[in-house]
């Protein structure tokens, strides 16, 4: 690529979120200094890890890399919030910590942007890769297929509201560019560990259009240090980020009059979400606090997995600490959706 069409590039703006993981996060690094598209600035968000990667970044000696790092531990929305709020290219896009993007990645996902400027975001789909950086082609399949994204064609959909939200095809976490002008950054602050699928609901209100790129362009990797597989697995402290989170995700979707049609389904979710915070509750010892959560799913949709929950909270804790509650193992379900930061 000459130095003159670079110039006539417009800036992407990558933001790598990161917390306490140095090898993935170099991996992640050079994913994006691999890039064909070469007119970007890279914004590593560190939330105030135990080691910091400071070092391990100046190493590159690139000056398209910026390296911010919070005084504390502030959580996914705010780290990620305070990255974008930095940026200053005209489309951003995100890159967990521990994926990777193909060299193309930005190549082909910009030009849909700047072809139409009613465009807010263009994705694409994603291989799923183990910790060592293999591809699990069955398990990519079924991502494919469970996200819908077999039943979408290379177009325009506006509104997305329906594949962004509910088949939740778009996953701007790693496999997206958004136009940056079009979301109040500010908005991720509260969100918590599901501040991707919010950005995703940031993007579908403005009433844009989502590109769908049908490659799969990125790596999504699935490992024990995930906070999906550390939520799947019994962690409380991980089920009660996910469960408010998710709380505050339906409950602002339910309050929008735009997304009406989907009610009944954004119900069932947020009633999903009372019994995981509630679940967290109880394993982290909280059952008082717990109850409300439980009760409160119950009202929202009958779910057996609630009904055990429940009669935990009100049997002598003696006879309770016997039962362990066997978490909803939904790691392919859990996979795209959720941030797997810490």
């Given at each position: 690529?000459?130095?003159?069409?670079?110039?006539?590039?417009?800036?992407?703006?990558?933001?790598?979120?990161?917390?306490?993981?140095?090898?993935?996060?170099?991996?992640?690094?050079?994913?994006?200094?691999?890039?064909?598209?070469?007119?970007?600035?890279?914004?590593v968000?560190?939330?105030c890890s135990p080691e910091n990667p400071q070092a391990m970044i100046e190493s590159f000696q690139d000056a398209r890399i910026r390296f911010r790092r919070n005084s504390k531990n502030l959580g996914?929305?705010?780290?990620?919030?305070?990255?974008?709020?930095?940026?200053?290219?005209k489309y951003v896009a995100s890159l967990n910590d521990d994926d990777l993007w193909n060299p193309d990645f930005l190549e082909k996902l910009v030009?849909?942007?700047?072809?139409?400027?009613?465009?807010?975001?263009?994705?694409?789909?994603?291989?799923?890769?183990?910790?060592?950086?293999?591809?699990?082609?069955?398990?990519?399949?079924?991502?494919?297929?469970?996200?819908k994204r077999d039943q979408l064609k290379a177009e325009v959909y506006q509104p997305f509201c329906t594949i962004g939200l509910v088949d939740q095809a778009v996953s701007p976490a790693s496999s997206a560019v958004i136009r940056r002008d079009k979301v109040n950054w500010d908005e991720l602050l509260s969100v918590g560990v599901y501040w991707d699928y919010y950005l995703t609901y940031l993007a579908c209100r403005s009433g844009d259009g989502a590109y769908?790129?049908?490659?799969?362009?990125?790596?999504?990797?699935?490992?024990?240090?995930?906070?999906?597989?550390?939520?799947?697995?019994?962690?409380?402290?991980?089920?009660?980020?996910?469960?408010?989170?998710?709380?505050?995700c339906y409950e602002h979707f339910l309050a929008d009059p735009q997304l009406q049609k989907h009610r009944s389904y954004f119900t069932q979710k947020l009633?999903?979400?009372?019994?995981?915070?509630?679940?967290?509750?109880?394993?982290?010892?909280?059952?008082?606090?717990?109850?409300?959560?439980?009760?409160?799913?119950?009202?929202?949709?009958?779910?057996?997995?609630?009904?055990?929950?429940?009669?935990?909270?009100?049997?002598?804790?003696?006879?309770a600490n016997p039962f362990e509650i066997s978490p909803r193992r939904e790691i392919i379900q859990q996979t795209k959706v959720h941030s797997k930061l810490h």
């Open positions: 690529m000459s130095n003159h069409q670079e110039a006539q590039e417009p800036l992407v703006s990558v933001i790598i979120p990161t917390y306490n993981r140095l090898i993935y996060l170099k991996q992640a690094v050079e994913s994006v200094l691999q890039q064909t598209y070469k007119n970007l600035e890279i914004i968000s560190d939330d996914n929305g705010p780290n990620v919030a305070g990255a974008f709020k930095q940026a200053q290219g030009p849909p942007l700047e072809a139409n400027p009613d465009v807010v975001v263009a994705f694409c789909d994603h291989y799923i890769i183990d910790a060592d950086g293999v591809i699990n082609y069955a398990t990519t399949e079924e991502h494919t297929r469970l996200w769908y790129y049908p490659e799969r362009l990125t790596r999504y990797r699935v490992h024990e240090l995930s906070e999906t597989h550390i939520s799947g697995s019994g962690n409380a402290k991980a089920q009660i980020r996910k469960g408010k989170s998710g709380i505050f009633a999903q979400a009372n019994t995981t915070l509630g679940i967290g509750l109880i394993r982290d010892g909280r059952v008082a606090e717990a109850r409300p959560y439980l009760f409160r799913a119950l009202s929202q949709n009958f779910s057996l997995r609630t009904v055990a929950a429940l009669m935990l909270t009100v049997i002598p804790q003696q006879l």
